[in-house]
């Protein structure tokens, strides 16, 4: 077997503790993040700055969530007619990469609020892969029109 890269896309959602609309309001149907929803796009970004083989190619905020494609670079065996990449679970890179961003995301917007401690986010987080062009382009689409609404 012959290693080999792939990409993965993930369409990952993850929600503010209790829905709670930490990261913003709308006015006027237009989105305002506030300093905890900066913090959130910053640390999402820098986050996958900071990782080999994850890059983000589309993010939208919400005042109790965050939306974004992340694409994965994954090492597959390209010769073996089992073993192709979607076959295979999902990689630690992924809940590694959540779980530190949310830690660090967490840590900044308690230190922001004075809150040291406090839930910021719910526990659990969704993740779909996206496995063919026509609906990554749909999904990348709706986050994008969901980013300019808010």
Known sequence: ?????????????????QQQPLLGSYDQGKLCLNACGLIVADEWVHAAKNRQRIEVDTLA????????ILLLQLTTALDS????????PKPWLLSSFIAGFKAAAAKRINLRRSQLGQAVWQSSYSEILITDRERLAHIREQLQDAANLA
């Open 1 to 17: 077997m012959t290693p080999g890269t792939a990409t993965r896309a993930y369409l990952i959602r993850l929600s503010t503790f």
């Open 61 to 68: 905020i919400t005042p109790n969530s965050l939306s974004s």
């Open 81 to 88: 007619p089992t073993s192709g990449y979607l076959d295979q």
